[in-house]
């Protein structure tokens, strides 16, 4: 039997993902991207991987939770083929209660956890104090834990991924051939745009993020939830803050007082973050489907 041949246009996490599974099952991988691997949101900061909240179960939710936790094994192999850390680690959640109502609803999330998540993980309301230093402020002395929430470095992952597709025998070019087979399109907000050019409605937009690295070596502590905010400790030394959401924008790429207003709020609610310069801002859009599902 030949071996299909799949060809995946766009170097992001998403579609190298596919990539590496497509491999995985014996088939000839091209994977074609115009600009570089990571070139558009997989070339972020922040890389929180976190749950819905564990309520109103639906089929989306079920599928989040087992790709949480598949994510453990999938990134070790990533590793193991590529020699390359891709900066995962799961080490769980605290997020902020700020009043008496977000603990009620907490700790009835907590039962719901107990039930929909089988095991795999908890989500407990614990006292703030007992967090040690590297916890977020919050107004009632109570935040919520959870051990499903992961990390990982999206710069670090798509590298990972990318020397993992090369060493399996994939190729990434810029250059579509002549006979594609099956075709994948995972090309982001650009794509989400097309899609919805050729439906005649829309599927979905862009949205624009920006997030900050600062020096700070927290390397295995969970990251931090309040306010809006993600704070994300990185194996490397680093911690990410971030990020805006912002539906109109003039240039995608650039970073502003918006982006300061984040690494304030951070700061506040993490003081340990008082004193962490800031070492690299990054701004870039990612792809946002109408449902908030993931699109391919």
């Not at 614990?126 to 402020?137: E, F, L, N, R």
Request: glycine share 12%; proline share 6%; aromatic share 6%.
């Amino acid at each position: 039997m030949s071996r299909p041949r799949i060809t995946i246009f766009g170097a992001g996490i998403f579609g190298l993902s596919v990539a590496f599974f497509c491999l995985k099952k014996g088939a000839y991988v091209r994977v074609v991207e115009k600009r570089r691997v990571g070139a558009g949101a997989s070339g972020g900061v922040v890389g929180a991987l976190s749950p819905h909240i564990p309520e109103n179960w639906n089929a989306k939710k079920e599928f989040q939770l087992e790709s949480l936790v598949m994510a453990q094994d999938f990134w070790a192999d990533v590793a193991a083929i590529s020699g390359h850390d891709p900066g995962y680690a799961r080490v769980g959640r605290l997020q902020s209660l700020g009043d008496d109502r977000a603990v009620a609803l907490a700790l009835a999330r907590g039962i719901g956890a107990d039930n929909l998540w089988c095991g795999k993980a908890r989500w407990q309301v614990v006292p703030a104090d007992t967090a040690g230093p590297w916890a977020p402020v919050s107004a009632t002395g109570l935040l919520v834990h959870d051990t499903l929430s992961a990390r990982v470095h999206p710069q670090q992952a798509s590298a990972a991924l990318a020397a993992a597709v090369t060493a399996m025998g994939g190729e990434i070019t810029d250059t579509p051939p002549d006979a594609p087979g099956r075709e994948v399109w995972a090309t982001g907000h650009e794509g989400l745009a097309a899609l919805s050019q050729d439906l005649g409605r829309t599927v979905g937009n862009g949205v624009k993020g920006q997030g900050a690295l600062l020096a700070l070596d927290r390397a295995g502590a969970p990251q931090l939830y309040g306010d809006g905010i993600h704070i994300v400790p990185h194996g490397d030394g680093t911690v990410a803050v971030g990020s805006t959401s912002e539906r109109d924008f003039d240039d995608p790429d650039s970073t502003d007082a918006q982006l300061q207003t984040v690494v304030d709020k951070a700061r506040q609610l993490c003081p340990d973050l008082a004193h962490a310069p800031v070492i690299a801002r990054w701004a870039g859009v990612r792809p946002r489907a109408r449902s908030r599902a993931p699109m391919l």
